[in-house]
């Protein structure tokens, strides 16, 4: 099995900044990605986020500049530098994991979300 321990999430003015972390443990062969979610109300969970572990990177168009994605290979750790908040980005932000059992089997593990408020 998968655990995902993300932490980071907080209340921060708009123009602010913070940075989650998803630390990823158990009995894993291989990580394929990490990546981050949100789920707007009424909209279904959306991509922040992504990166493989050989380094590649997506964005959703709504933070390009403004998010960094990084990750800790060593660690398998992801991590989500956000700067310049904005209110729309208020959410629960969840850490997603792709890789691979100790069987060599798919597997895909949720967080279980971790609360960014940007006030106005």
């Known amino acids: 099995q998968v655990q995902l321990v993300e932490s980071g999430g907080g209340l921060v003015q708009s123009g602010g900044s913070l940075r989650l972390s998803c630390a990823a443990s158990g009995t894993i062969l291989n990580v394929y990605s990490m990546g981050w979610y949100r789920q707007p109300p009424g909209k279904q969970r959306e991509l922040v986020a992504r990166i493989t572990w050989s380094g590649s990177t997506n964005y959703a168009d709504s933070v390009k500049g403004r998010f960094t994605i990084s990750r800790d290979s060593a660690k398998k750790t992801v991590y989500l530098q956000m700067t310049s908040l904005k209110p729309e980005d208020t959410d629960v932000y969840y850490c997603?994991?792709?890789?691979?059992?100790?069987?060599?089997?798919?597997?895909?593990?949720w967080g279980q979300g971790t609360l960014v408020t940007v006030s106005s």
């Open positions: 997603n994991f792709e890789g691979a059992g100790a069987l060599a089997e798919y597997l895909e593990v």
